[in-house]
């Protein structure tokens, strides 16, 4: 299986064809998931508890072909708690969008 980027939609379009109910349910359950991390990663209760966001995030992006997504939560999830990786995130997530 090759990796190849694009955008959510079009990926979404590949996965399932000419359903585009399906798509259009997959690309909300992406982004409310996606969504919620982020606003996890927010208000973390520690270090651990924004790593682990993070690297979910970074799963969630991966899964749906999101590179500057998962990169930037790669990226958070290593160097930890900090508010201007929250705005690249937020950043990264609104281009998915």
Do not use: Y
């Not at 996606?34 to 992006?61: C, I, Y």
């Amino acid at each position: 299986m090759s990796f190849q980027p694009g955008s959510l939609d079009h990926l979404l379009a590949e996965a399932v064809g000419g359903d585009s109910a399906i798509a259009a349910n997959l690309r909300a359950l992406f982004l409310a998931s996606a969504t919620a991390h982020v606003a996890a990663m927010s208000k973390p209760a520690g270090a651990g508890q924004w790593r682990d966001e993070a690297l979910r995030l970074q799963g969630l992006a991966a899964s749906f072909g999101m590179t500057a997504l998962m990169e930037a939560a790669s990226f958070a999830a290593c160097a930890g708690p900090d508010p201007r990786l929250l705005d690249a995130l937020a950043e990264a997530l609104v281009d998915c969008r």
